[in-house]
């Protein structure tokens, strides 16, 4: 699956007469888990999403470390982004990405080494996660650390959401149990947090295929732009004007 | 002179970069190496424990004394893979308590699943070659209906636990659709019937082949 790093990636611009710097937080929040989601609406990171999106666990797994490698590259790309050029910015942004990944690979292949053999090429591959890279170009290089550490939060967990979300829609649908395998990232003691329902359902096999994923992650997106052009009618409603709800929903 | 001076400007900036940039990779390799240092040795202690848990699911841990993932014999002879099914060596983990042979782990592929190779780990134990237990690695089975040979899909797999052979033909080693006292599935016969023959095969190996497989 390619994945282009999307030129429509908007931020809020940062508002220069620093009213608050909460409400800047705020802001950014909002862009990470909603507006700007980069499972549903920047479209990043698809690759990862798709497949490893197959159980509540394993979703949860890689939504996790790629938070981690979030929380790291933005941090250390705003920490350097006045000491590197140009020229050299996107090979050093790399280098940091793929060190944080290479490091987050390792200590989960020591302290959680099943989930690690279960998730794993795609642990490596964080690294081509374009939303990591979009957000340390996009963002992290051109505003202070407090709010690149902000922004690689809320984006990572806008992101973890998203994966967990349809990680617990596909296993549900697919083989009728959520949390399944909690073991392997809870210890013994959470083998007994799956939850079955009915015992007779065997589960829709389709879900747990890569179509099942595709089908999820569209109705996921539908769902968000229905709401959201649910909400838009509503206000143009409030404010007297008529408006059809199709037209405004973003393509 | 100009024309040199703006040569000499651009070199330095660019030495400067390429001096940054080989910073930059030569922290991020200090740091992988550091972070590597420390989860090696626990890496490789995950590992062990991880193939420890698979044998002792098919080997009960009382039944032996020494550490099977030291005592190993690698079947490397055509004769004795083709047996196995197994096209590759094989590896042969052996359980020992107080010196005496206890009982075999081995891998065995049962070449005729519904669709392809069905990868099995079987303990076969060293008094009268009963098998101590069997669990399917890998396999393609259909899903729903092939795929019940997984323990966590249904217990068929440990209705082998405790049998043994009686003679090389015995009749009982067989599906109960052929006469034999193995249950099959609604809708799926050739694979509990692969792994039913499989297993036979193995045990038969063991059986022929124990003096060299424990000396």
């Known amino acids: ?251 | 002179m100009g024309q040199n001076a703006n040569f000499k400007n651009l070199l330095t900036i660019m030495f400067a970069s390429a001096g940054k940039l080989s910073l930059f990779v030569l922290i991020s390799i200090v740091l992988l190496l550091g972070v590597k240092t420390i989860t090696d040795p626990l890496v490789a202690k995950a590992e062990r424990q991880n193939l420890l848990d698979t044998l002792n699911q098919v080997m009960p841990k009382d039944r032996y004394d020494n550490d099977p993932l030291q005592d190993t014999l690698l079947l490397t002879d055509p004769k004795m893979l083709e047996m196995l099914g197994s096209e590759d060596p094989v590896m042969v983990y052996r359980a020992r308590k107080n010196g005496k042979p206890a009982g075999l782990i081995l891998t065995t592929i049962a070449p005729n699943g519904y669709s392809g190779n069905i990868y099995m780990l079987m303990g076969i134990l060293a008094e009268d070659f009963r098998v101590a237990g069997v669990r399917v690695l890998k396999h393609k089975e259909t899903p729903g209906l092939g795929d019940k040979i997984e323990l966590n899909k249904n217990p068929w797999i440990l209705e082998f636990n405790g049998r043994s052979l009686r003679d090389d033909n015995d009749p009982r080693w067989a599906v109960k659709k052929d006469g034999g006292d193995f249950d099959q599935f609604t809708g799926a016969t050739i694979t509990p019937r692969a792994v039913v023959g499989q297993v036979k095969r193995t045990l038969l190996f063991v059986k022929q082949q124990s003096e060299f497989l424990y000396e």
């Open chain 1, 1 to 251: 699956m390619s994945e282009a790093t999307n030129p429509s990636v908007t931020d809020a611009p940062s508002n220069p007469i620093q009213s608050s710097r909460w409400a800047d937080y705020k802001l950014i929040a909002e862009n990470g888990l909603w507006k700007n989601n980069q499972a549903l609406v920047a479209l990043l990171g698809l690759c990862p999403l798709l497949a490893v999106s197959n159980n509540t666990i394993n979703g949860l797994g890689l939504g996790l470390a790629t938070l981690f490698v979030l929380l790291a590259s933005n941090v250390l790309v705003s920490l350097i982004r006045n000491h590197v050029s140009d020229e050299i910015r996107i090979p050093v942004f790399i280098a940091i990405i793929a060190t944080a990944v290479t490091i987050i690979d390792l200590l989960m292949n020591a302290y959680f080494h099943t989930l690690h053999g279960i998730l794993g090429i795609f642990i490596p591959l964080i690294v081509t996660n374009c939303a990591i890279l979009g957000r340390a170009e996009a963002y992290a290089s051109k505003n202070t650390i407090d709010k690149a550490l902000v922004d690689g939060f809320f984006m990572g967990i806008g992101f973890l959401f998203i994966l967990v979300l349809l990680g617990a829609m596909r296993e549900m649908i697919g083989n009728g149990t959520l949390f399944d395998q909690a073991y392997l990232m809870f210890g013994e003691s959470a083998r007994s947090w799956t939850i079955h329902f009915g015992g007779d359902y065997h589960g829709v096999l389709l879900a747990i295929l890569p179509p099942g994923a595709f089908i999820g992650l569209g109705l996921l997106i539908a769902f968000k732009n229905y709401y959201d052009a649910k909400k838009v009618a509503h206000k143009q409603k409030d404010l007297g004007i008529q408006v059809s709800v199709v037209s405004s929903i973003k393509s």
